[in-house]
């Protein structure tokens, strides 16, 4: 074996290249940990989120009205909670509790993805009724004039509006979820913290192990927040647009009232 | 058209209250709306005006009262109201376009979903009435893009593009800057002169002077006076009526 580094990034290059790829696929895990997550709390916060916020029809039976009544307090229930409690020890409940009571031995990478994604759902949940409650009331009143029932304004008008309003909402949850993932190590998911721990043990070489771990990390979020942001632009649309004279809005009516002909065949 | 089909109203409410809690709003009004009718209620602030022509299709639901439409209580008969609105179009004061929508988007959405029309259909019959108001051009253009007078067209075009027999318009200018009230209320007396029969709520005086075929002066939630305009402008008989126009006669004189 030939001499060990003596510098600082002397042991930081010796490390990348000893477990280089054990960080890697720990990122990994983490990247995926904190998409998938963040994507199905995504998911779970818009079902809570639609659930939330249907009006109390005056007209419905009253077991209608007792049912949709204990849905809402039950989701309720549900984002209290896992807003309340540590993701930390949120895994350590799911992961043993699984075990203890239901005799689930569920892999601690099944358990990760179930704890993120409960847990950014409650989160997401509280975003998405407020994304909703922030499009102006008028567009739902003139989705109803038209003859739109609750969940046609909804569909085609309110969320699209109310889901872009929380755009940077879904981004501050995705880093929040790339760096917080990191708790999942006391289940004994492989992500990048548990990989970096795990290296670092073996030379006890904690500062040069973490620093390239916290690089790694870094380069996650700023891309994740990048990538959110050029989204958004995307979904703005663009800025000016095209005037259009058709034949139909020809004022002057000269010009024939048919489909322009195409160049093609002509 | 029969005469018995011209003397029956499209739309007749009959007694119709409504309160928000405690504070009575309405409190009791009779309106027939004929075809053709252009009916024009005016009043001052908090009259109920716009409670009024909003229980019409019931963005609010009326206490009491019964809202007829061709002659069957539109409660009873539609189970279900999304069919009963789409043949009672409404334009808002704040034009409420839809933001996430095109100018023909925000036309066509409501055939597709609402009449369940085809694409094709739903967009020329969109170009059509887009045209009427003078906004074909803008097809392409997001709300935001435009100025209050054309979103307020485009509310009308999408209004009409579903082909309603009764338009409702509240307050359609009063959001306006004074130089676009102007082309808005021009399309408004277009659709007038066509035969559409609609109910406007409007401070305009001129246009309902000019246009209405019926003018409803409205204070505390009751029809003061009804009329034809020349009754109601010219020979006002109710004091109420008289202090309320004298102020707007007054700025009118004052302005020639």
């Given at each position: 074996?030939?001499?060990m ?6 042991w930081?290059?010796?490390l990348l290249q000893e477990y ?16 998938v997550?963040?994507f ?16 109390e ?23 209290e909670?896992?807003r ?9 409940v ?6 203890s009571?239901?005799?689930?031995d569920?892999?601690p ?30 567009q739902?009143?003139a989705?109803?004039?038209?003859g739109?029932?609750?969940?046609q304004a909804?569909?085609?008008v ?6 872009r309003?929380?755009?940077?909402q ?5 880093i929040?979820?790339?760096?917080d ?7 004994s ?7 970096s ?12 192990i973490?620093?390239i771990?916290?690089i ?15 989204w958004e632009?995307?979904l ?18 000269l ?12 | 058209m029969?005469?018995?089909?011209n ?9 119709l ?6 504070r009575?709003?309405l409190k009791?009004?009779?309106l027939?709306?004929?075809k ?10 908090g ?5 009024l ?6 963005l609010?639901?009326?206490?009491s009262?019964?809202?007829a439409?061709h002659?069957?209580?539109v409660?009873?008969?539609?189970k279900?109201?999304?069919l009963?609105r789409?043949k ?5 004061q ?20 609402v ?5 094709k ?8 009435y887009l045209?009427h108001?003078?906004m074909?051009?803008?097809i392409?253009?997001k709300?935001q893009?435009l100025?209050?007078g054309?979103?307020?067209r485009v509310?009308i ?7 309603p ?5 509240d307050e ?10 102007g ?6 007396k277009?659709?007038?002169?066509e ?5 406007v ?6 246009f309902?002077?000019d246009?209405a ?7 505390q939630?009751?029809i003061a006076e009804?009329?034809k305009?020349?009754?109601i402008f ?5 004091k109420?009526t ?12 004052a302005?020639?």
């Amino acid at each position: 074996m030939s001499a060990m580094p003596t510098t600082f990034f002397g042991w930081v290059y010796f490390l990348l290249q000893e477990y280089g790829t054990v960080l890697f696929k720990g990122a990994l895990v983490t990247l995926l940990l904190a998409i998938v997550g963040t994507f199905i709390g995504c998911i779970i916060g818009l079902i809570v989120g639609i659930i939330e916020t249907i009006p109390e029809d005056k007209n419905s039976s009253a077991l209608a009205k007792f049912v949709l009544k204990s849905e809402k307090r039950l989701l309720d229930a549900y984002v209290e909670i896992f807003r309340g409690t540590p993701m930390i020890v949120q895994a350590m409940v799911v992961f043993y509790g699984a075990m203890s009571l239901f005799s689930i031995d569920m892999s601690p990478l099944f358990a990760g993805f179930f704890v993120v994604s409960i847990n950014t759902g409650a989160y997401m949940a509280e975003s998405m009724r407020g994304g909703i409650d922030s499009v102006d009331a008028g567009q739902k009143e003139a989705a109803i004039a038209i003859g739109m029932d609750h969940f046609q304004a909804m569909r085609c008008v309110i969320l699209p509006q109310a889901v872009r309003n929380i755009l940077p909402q879904i981004g501050n949850n995705l880093i929040i979820n790339i760096k917080d993932t990191s708790v999942l190590n006391v289940i004994s998911v492989t992500e990048l913290y548990f990989a970096s721990k795990s290296a670092a043990g073996v030379y006890y070489k904690y500062f040069e192990i973490f620093f390239i771990t916290c690089i790694i990390y870094f380069v996650m979020t700023f891309t994740a927040s990048r990538l959110i942001r050029w989204w958004e632009g995307k979904l703005d649309g663009p800025h000016d647009y095209k005037l259009v004279h058709d034949p139909l809005a020809d004022p002057t009516g000269l010009l024939p009232v048919a489909p322009t002909p195409t160049k093609k065949g002509r | 058209m029969t005469f018995e089909e011209n003397t029956k109203p499209v739309l007749s409410l009959q007694d119709l209250h409504k309160s928000f809690g405690e504070r009575a709003i309405l409190k009791g009004i009779d309106l027939d709306i004929y075809k053709g009718d252009v009916v024009c209620i005016i009043g001052p602030s908090g009259s109920g005006k716009s409670t009024l022509i909003r229980c019409v299709n019931f963005l609010e639901d009326p206490t009491s009262g019964i809202i007829a439409y061709h002659g069957t209580d539109v409660k009873k008969a539609f189970k279900k109201l999304p069919l009963y609105r789409a043949k009672v179009g409404m334009v808002f004061q704040q034009f409420n376009l839809f933001n996430n929508m095109t100018v023909l988007e925000n036309c066509m959405v409501g055939q597709i979903k609402v009449l369940k029309l085809d694409a094709k259909t739903a967009k020329e019959t969109a170009l059509q009435y887009l045209k009427h108001v003078g906004m074909a051009d803008y097809i392409n253009a997001k709300p935001q893009q435009l100025s209050g007078g054309q979103k307020q067209r485009v509310a009308i075009a999408r209004a009409l593009a579903l082909k309603p027999e009764v338009l409702l318009l509240d307050e359609p200018t009063s959001a306006l800057d004074p130089e676009m009230v102007g082309e808005v209320l021009k399309v408004m007396k277009a659709l007038a002169d066509e035969g559409l029969t609609m109910v406007v709520v409007t401070h305009e005086m001129a246009f309902a002077k000019d246009v209405a075929s019926k003018v409803i002066f409205i204070d505390q939630g009751v029809i003061a006076e009804a009329g034809k305009p020349e009754d109601i402008f010219v020979h006002p008989k109710k004091k109420r009526t008289q202090d309320f126009l004298s102020r707007f006669n007054v700025f009118s004189q004052a302005k020639m």
